[in-house]
């Protein structure tokens, strides 16, 4: 019943902008927090950026000052604006919300990911 949809992912030049959204449906009472993640072929899934529902953010060091993580709660949406994109952001990105049901269980859900190439 619950259902994370991300979009936005494309090839891009270096030094080019995206930006990424993640819609979240369903059975969602809640929403804790929602963040992206990215993984490249060979390396762990990381924590790209997060946000809370209060608007609190944390963002990996290796995008701080480039990438900016907003949401938007009466649509369950959160964005991505990933600016000055360099060859080693290139990954498969994966939006990521902790939420609760309306019978009070908590979740932890995963979208399908999008990917996110940059190259020249």
């Known amino acids: 019943q619950v259902q994370l949809v991300e979009s936005g992912g494309d090839l891009v030049q270096p030094g080019g902008s995206l930006r990424l959204s993640c819609a979240a449906s369903?059975?969602?009472?809640?929403?804790?927090?929602m963040g992206w993640y990215r993984q490249a072929p060979g390396k762990q899934r990381e924590l790209v950026a997060g946000?809370?529902?209060?608007?609190?953010?944390n963002y990996a060091k290796s995008v701080k000052g480039r990438f900016t993580i907003s949401r938007d709660n009466a649509k369950n949406t959160v964005y991505l604006q990933m600016n000055s994109l360099k060859p080693e952001d290139t990954a498969v990105y994966y939006c990521?919300?902790?939420?609760?049901?309306?019978?009070?269980?908590?979740?932890?859900?995963w979208g399908q990911g999008t990917q996110v190439t940059v190259s020249s």
């Open positions: 946000i809370t529902s209060g608007g609190s953010t």
């Open positions: 369903g059975s969602i009472f809640s929403i804790y927090a």
């Open positions: 990521n919300a902790n939420y609760t049901d309306y019978e009070g269980w908590l979740y932890d859900y």
